[in-house]
């Protein structure tokens, strides 16, 4: 069955630009999480959707934002990309359940020059 | 702040040899406790969980891991590893109550483990 699918796989932006990453949820999953992982790190929590609302939020500012759409695909949004912003983007899936645990996608790797 | 920390950030050792990985965290309320791995080029999958009873979980490919509240610890162990073990491991955190969420997972940096043939 289709796993968690993200794309694109790379992006190279510059300072100042914006992008959007997308997320398509492994089938029946109806809920998703962003997490930024810089090189050398675990994941940090960004936000999560459901119900195409922001339910929860990590320690990131507002330059971030997202998305959710009926069908449960899900963008992230940056703004005034920052060289900080280099990293890979992970996109995670679940059902909203207590015990179901999250499907993570492969990532996109994003360079800022 | 809630807080994971991972011991090692690298680890290498021998086909056969066991393995042990230690995680802690720092939260004062009751959390849900996870194992993720990273295999190369592949993406993260969860390797076990432990939300209650039993401390002693046991996961895929050998694994289990130990939930010691008095340690506020995590540690993931498999008695004898082989090469195909060789990935990232995160040990990863989330708060549980009322407003439980499966989304706000906070993760440790992470221990790269290499084994050898």
Known sequence: ?113 | AQSVSQHNHHVILSEAASLELGCNYSYGGTVNLFWYVQYPGQHLQLLLKYFSGDPLVKGIKGFEAEFIKSKFSFNLRKPSVQWSDTAEYFCAVTPRGLTDSWGKLQFGAGTQVVVTP
Request: with cysteine; net charge negative.
């Open chain 1, 1 to 113: 069955d289709a796993g968690v699918t993200q794309s694109p796989t790379h992006l190279i932006k510059t300072r100042g630009q914006q992008v959007t990453l997308r997320c398509s949820p492994k089938s029946g999953h109806d809920t998703v999480s962003w997490y930024q992982q810089a090189l050398g790190q675990g994941p940090q929590f960004i936000f999560q959707y459901y119900e195409e609302e922001e339910r929860q939020r990590g320690n990131f500012p507002d330059r971030f934002s997202g998305h959710q759409y009926p069908n449960y695909s899900s963008e992230l949004n940056v703004n005034a990309l920052l060289l900080g912003d280099s990293a890979l983007y992970l996109c995670a899936s679940s059902r909203d359940r207590g015990d179901q645990p999250q499907h993570f996608g492969d990532g996109t790797r994003l360079s800022i020059l």
